[in-house]
């Protein structure tokens, strides 16, 4: 299976249903942890990396966001997306280490549970750069490495592709491992700033021997 397609099919109409019903009772901490990172996008040009259903971008349109873009691999995703969002037209099937998008076309891109599902980075950070504008801002949640490693007993300097269970299990998913420099490489560091980081806080009220579940980073364009 490709795993930037995998929403295709059942996958992608289980993960919209179980995503629904899961955060209908509970906060949404991926969520709240990016909208404590973005900047004030009132006015603002953004683009929605991996926006699924168009659950983001909707938020994001509600925080008063000028245009709001989307691009999902997934074409099941963009379909769902254009029934849901105000510009039908905004949800575009591409992969964010090359897309159609103008030279400094946007003022904030955000990426939630997203650019993890790529083999590395390079690619995508020289890409979203290109689309930002100068001092633009990138915000992403992705699954934590040391959650990764803890949960799986991996090798940590060791690529592995993993499946986890979301929604207590219902919605099966795969991605590759990471470590916490893939994220922080030379790479991230020539085309960016990084100006905030925080790790998923549930973890601290809970079980103390549980890890975090992701880090969120907000970095701005060099």
Same mark, same amino acid.
């Given at each position: 299976?490709?795993?930037?397609?995998?929403? &295709?099919?059942?996958?992608?109409?289980?993960?919209? =249903?179980?995503?629904?019903?899961?955060? =209908?009772?509970?906060?949404?901490?991926?969520?709240?942890?990016?909208?404590?990172?973005? @900047?004030?996008?009132? +006015?603002?040009?953004?683009? &929605?990396? +991996?926006?699924?259903? +168009?659950?983001?971008?909707?938020?994001?349109?509600?925080?008063?966001?000028?245009?709001?873009? +989307?691009?999902?691999?997934?074409?099941?995703?963009?379909?769902? !997306?254009?029934?849901?969002?105000? /510009?039908? %037209?905004? !949800?575009?099937?591409?992969?964010? %280490?090359?897309?159609?998008?103008?030279?400094?076309?946007?003022?904030?891109?955000? !990426?939630?549970?997203?650019? /993890?599902?790529?083999?590395?980075?390079?690619?995508?950070?020289? %890409?979203?750069?290109?689309?930002?504008? @100068?001092?633009?801002?990138?915000?992403? !949640?992705?699954? /934590?490495?040391?959650?990764?490693?803890?949960?799986?007993?991996?090798?940590?300097?060791?690529?592995?592709?993993?499946?986890?269970?979301?929604?207590?299990?219902?919605?099966?998913?795969?991605?590759?491992? /990471?470590?916490?420099?893939?994220?922080? =490489? @030379?790479?991230?560091?020539?085309?960016?700033?990084?100006?905030?980081?925080? %790790?998923?806080?549930?973890?601290?009220?809970?079980? @103390?021997?549980?890890?975090?579940?992701?880090?969120?980073?907000?970095?701005?364009?060099?």
């Amino acid at each position: 299976m490709d795993i930037l397609k995998q929403y &295709d099919g059942i996958i992608g109409k289980k993960y919209i =249903s179980q995503q629904k019903q899961f955060f =209908s009772s509970r906060k949404d901490r991926a969520t709240n942890a990016m909208q404590k990172l973005l @900047p004030n996008i009132k +006015g603002k040009i953004v683009l &929605d990396i +991996g926006c699924g259903s +168009g659950r983001d971008i909707i938020l994001y349109e509600s925080l008063g966001a000028k245009e709001c873009w +989307g691009i999902d691999t997934s074409k099941y995703m963009i379909k769902e !997306a254009k029934k849901n969002i105000t /510009h039908p %037209e905004r !949800a575009i099937l591409s992969n964010i %280490e090359k897309t159609s998008f103008k030279n400094k076309q946007f003022d904030v891109v955000a !990426a939630r549970f997203s650019m /993890h599902y790529l083999k590395n980075f390079e690619k995508a950070y020289k %890409e979203i750069s290109r689309i930002l504008k @100068p001092k633009g801002v990138l915000v992403m !949640a992705v699954d /934590h490495p040391i959650r990764e490693l803890a949960s799986k007993k991996k090798a940590y300097k060791v690529q592995e592709i993993i499946h986890i269970g979301l929604y207590h299990g219902k919605v099966d998913l795969k991605f590759p491992t /990471h470590t916490v420099d893939e994220y922080f =490489s @030379p790479t991230f560091f020539k085309y960016f700033y990084l100006d905030g980081f925080l %790790e998923d806080r549930d973890y601290e009220s809970s079980n @103390p021997k549980k890890t975090a579940d992701f880090m969120t980073i907000k970095a701005i364009r060099r």
